[in-house]
Structures are given as C-alpha cells and as structure tokens.
C-alpha cells in the first residue's frame, strides 16, 4: 500500500529529488504536499483502495507522512 501511494504522490503531487530516500515517517506537507495534492490523493486512495475517508477526518496528522496515511486508510476499512 504505502509503496503504491508513494508512487503516486511523487509521481504526481511532488516533485523530490530522490524520492527513494523519503522516509515513511518524513512529513509529506513540508514536502510540498498542498490541498489541491491533498484532495487528489485522497480521490486516489479511495479509488485504489475502495474506502471512503471521511471529509471530516482531513487533518495533518491523517495526511502527514506515509505511515500516518495508511493508518487513516485502516481505520477506514482497507484490510489489505
């Protein structure tokens, strides 16, 4: 999962100059993550994951780094 969101996010949200060497715990909003990258990773996960994230849990700390991601997606109901 996280390699999958990884791939995305620096493929299409921020550009790194290495993104093998961010970490999963690195904050993706000092990164350069921004809303508009925001809202489309969340549209993303959703579709890839088939779970629905709740608007009203859209916080730094759900959206902040790669693990905090996948812990949102889990308690969210992906179970894969």
Known sequence: MKETLKNFIFAE???HEDPTSFGDD???LDAG???MGIMRLIMFAEKEFGVTLPDTEIE???VGSLNSL????RRSGYAG
């Open 13 to 15: 949200l921020i550009y």
């Open 26 to 28: 690195d904050n993706l």
């Open 33 to 35: 993550l921004d809303s």
């Open 60 to 62: 730094p700390d759900n």
């Open 70 to 73: 996948e812990n949102w997606l």
